[in-house]
């Protein structure tokens, strides 16, 4: 079924599936966890984060009669899902900075322990160099967006087709390091309520950006050169989009900070973090049904 475009001033269909292409350390736990208050369970699919694939191949064997009836699919899935759902859909991501993603990344995966790739990088001590070298773990975005195999070689068409995608497919293309911003785009595209705003998940045992060598910067750069450039347009749709709605945006943060100055302390915090899991567990129970 074809999706309604990328005008994210457009109102959102009553029908209309959101499908939200999560690129792995790009605030989109956060944005996970914000969506799940947005919508009862039965209207929601996430895609497992550690059993991604077992759980995106589940989806696409659902019936028609409970694909059409959910209203938000989400998680770490390829580009694609429109083509098997009933109803019209749109798509939304979050992209950041590639160097920024890329130590974000591999610090996450060295010290959360049940990731996959935990044991192997601390057995075999690898540096953020020998990891951008390495692994097939490249130009992220692109491969998502365009709908390639993960551990594929990006190429120049892999690039065009992610860039068309984004162009055609997307109503919100948010950006990490402009998170609060992209949330008002996405609550004025679909009608968020968003009363409720923490943070989660975030890599905080990692060294700057500013930290690291030149020849490291210029590596990550050199090895995710598609994904820079998809970034760079990124940030110009993102900020074309922004200016449409720049007073409208500025109000939406405003009560985003107030949110968050409610969540703060640490009984606000631990209550809201506890809510959040319980939701989480919840909906990650019933997709797997």
């Not at 994210?8 to 605030?27: C, D, Q």
Request: with cysteine; glycine share 4%; hydrophobic share 35%.
């Amino acid at each position: 079924m074809e999706n309604t475009g990328n005008d994210s001033n457009g109102a959102h269909a009553p029908n209309e599936a959101i499908i939200f292409l999560h690129v792995p350390k790009t605030a989109g736990t956060t944005l996970n966890r914000l969506i799940e208050w947005e919508y009862p369970i039965s209207q929601m699919y996430s895609i497992d984060p550690v059993l991604f694939e077992w759980s995106a191949a589940h989806l696409r064997k659902l019936s028609k009669q409970r694909l059409a009836k959910i209203r938000i699919f989400k998680g770490h899935m390829l580009f694609g899902l429109h083509e098997v759902l009933p109803q019209p859909s749109t798509y939304i991501t979050v992209l950041r900075d590639p160097v920024e993603r890329v130590l974000s990344a591999f610090y996450y995966m060295r010290t959360y322990k049940l990731h996959p790739l935990y044991w192997k990088f601390r057995r075999e001590k690898w540096t953020v160099e020998q990891f951008v070298e390495r692994s097939s773990r490249d130009n992220v975005h692109c491969k998502i967006m365009a709908g390639a195999h993960y551990h594929s070689p990006c190429t120049q068409e892999v690039f065009e087709k992610a860039q068309g995608n984004l162009s055609r497919y997307f109503s919100v293309v948010g950006l990490s390091e402009r998170f609060e911003e992209s949330l008002a785009l996405m609550k004025l595209r679909f009608g968020w309520q968003l009363k409720s705003y923490g943070t989660f998940n975030v890599t905080r045992s990692r060294p700057k950006k500013g930290d690291l060598s030149q020849a490291t910067l210029d590596l990550i750069q050199e090895r995710n050169q598609f994904d820079v450039e998809l970034y760079r347009q990124g940030v110009e749709r993102f900020e074309t989009d922004l200016a449409k709605v720049q007073d409208q945006a500025n109000g939406i943060v405003r009560d985003l900070h107030t949110a968050r100055s409610r969540s703060e302390g640490p009984l606000n915090s631990a209550l809201l973090s506890l809510r959040a899991e319980v939701r989480k567990a919840i909906n990650r129970a019933y997709s797997a049904i």
